[in-house]
C-alpha cells in the first residue's frame, strides 16, 4: 500500500529562519507530489506540485521542493519565513489515489 | 467565483441520527472526494467518484455512503451517526483522477453526541 510520511509533528521557528520540512514517500508506479498549506481555520490550497521533469519545483509564497528520487524524498524549503507562514502544512502522493501525510504544524514566533 | 461549496458549515448532532453533508463544485471537474480529518491523523480519504455515475470506496468508508447523481453534486451521508465520526469533513474535486490537483471546498465540522 502506499504510503506517504512527514518527519516533523510541530516546528518552532523564529522570523527569518530557514525552513526545511520532511516528506518521504513509498510506492510504485507513477510519482505525483504535492504539497498542501493550511493556515488556521481555512481549507487546504495548493503550494506546490511535482509530476515530472526539473526536479526542484517553484511554489507559491516563495516556497519551493525538491524531488529526489533515490531517498524517495519530497522535502518542502524556504529560505526565510514569516509569520504569516504559520500554518499546517501536509504532503501527498499517490500514483493513482492522493494519500495524505498526517501534518506538520509550522509555528513562526515574530 | 468559481469553486468548491459545503454546507452545513457546521452541525451538531444526537447518535443514532441521518445526516448529509452537501458538496457543490462549479468547475466541471470529473472527480471528487470526501477526507476526514482528525487530529493527528491527517486527511483520510472516505469515499471518491472518478466521474458522475461512479462512486468508490476510500480508506474508511464504513458508516458512511455517496452519491453522484451528476457532475456538480457528491453528497455524504451519515445513516446513523456514532461520536467517533466527529470531525471535520472536506469536500474535494480534481480535474481528472486522484493524482492531478485537488480543489478543496471550506470544510463541515460535525460533532457528534
Known amino acids: 500500500a502506499q504510503s506517504v510520511s512527514q518527519h516533523n509533528h510541530h516546528v518552532i521557528l523564529s522570523e527569518a529562519a530557514s525552513l526545511e520540512l520532511g516528506c518521504n514517500y513509498s510506492?510504485?508506479?507513477?510519482?505525483?507530489l504535492f504539497w498542501y498549506v493550511q493556515y488556521p481555520g481555512q481549507h487546504l490550497q495548493l503550494l506546490l506540485k511535482?509530476?515530472?521533469?526539473?526536479?526542484l519545483v517553484k511554489g507559491i509564497k516563495g516556497f519551493e521542493a525538491e524531488f529526489i528520487k533515490s531517498k524517495f524524498s519530497f522535502n518542502l524549503r524556504k529560505p526565510s519565513v514569516q509569520w504569516s507562514d504559520t500554518a499546517e502544512y501536509f504532503c501527498?502522493?499517490?500514483?493513482?489515489?492522493?494519500?495524505f501525510g498526517k501534518g506538520t504544524k509550522l509555528s513562526v514566533i515574530p | 467565483i468559481a469553486g468548491i461549496t459545503q454546507a452545513p458549515t457546521s452541525q451538531i448532532l444526537a447518535a443514532g441520527r441521518r445526516m448529509t453533508l452537501r458538496c457543490t463544485q462549479d468547475?466541471?471537474?470529473?472527480?471528487m472526494y470526501w477526507y476526514r480529518q482528525d487530529l493527528g491523523l491527517g486527511l483520510r480519504l472516505i469515499h471518491y467518484?472518478?466521474?458522475?455515475?461512479?462512486?468508490g470506496k476510500g480508506e474508511v468508508p464504513d458508516g458512511y455512503s455517496v452519491s453522484r447523481a451528476n457532475t456538480d453534486d457528491f453528497p455524504l451521508t451519515l445513516a446513523s451517526a456514532v461520536p467517533s465520526q466527529t470531525s471535520v469533513y472536506f469536500c474535494?474535486?480534481?480535474?481528472?483522477?486522484?493524482?492531478?490537483?485537488?480543489?478543496f471546498g471550506p470544510g463541515t465540522r460535525l460533532t457528534v453526541l
Open positions: 474535494a474535486s480534481s480535474e481528472l483522477a486522484a493524482n492531478n490537483e485537488q480543489f
Open positions: 510506492y510504485g508506479g507513477t510519482v505525483n
Open positions: 511535482y509530476f515530472s521533469g526539473d526536479p
Open positions: 501527498a502522493g499517490g500514483s493513482y489515489q492522493l494519500t
Open positions: 468547475m466541471r471537474h470529473n472527480a
Open positions: 467518484s472518478n466521474t458522475a455515475g461512479t462512486t
